[in-house]
Nanobody, 112 residues
């Protein structure tokens, strides 16, 4: 079993930045494809970004050029740097490992 704990969410103005972190324990972190998903109120959960074991990344179109996913296998942590945030980025953000293990989520609110 892998336990995931997200942090770094909060309230930010449009155009601002946040960095989400997700710390893992209980498994061999480096083996997994890691991802960030989000769910806005009244909407379906959607995949935001993924990073493979060797560091290859993939992003949904709406966040390309603004968000960056990275991982530190030595620290068992995955990050999501979010820049130029917009109100439509408001959601609960979840990290995943192998699309099997999920964290509890962290709220990101973009509002003036």
């Amino acid at each position: 079993q892998v336990q995931l704990v997200e942090s770094g969410g909060g309230l930010v103005q449009p155009g601002g930045s946040l960095r989400l972190s997700c710390a893992a324990s209980g498994g061999i972190f480096s083996l997994y494809i890691l991802g960030w998903n989000r769910q806005a109120p009244g909407k379906q959960r959607e995949l935001v970004a993924t990073i493979t074991r060797d560091g290859s990344t993939n992003y949904r179109e709406s966040v390309k050029g603004r968000f960056t996913i990275s991982r530190d296998n030595a620290k068992n942590t995955v990050y999501l740097q979010m820049n130029s945030l917009q109100p439509e980025d408001t959601a609960v953000y979840y990290c995943t490992a192998g699309n099997t293990f999920w964290g509890q989520g962290t709220q990101v609110t973009v509002s003036s």
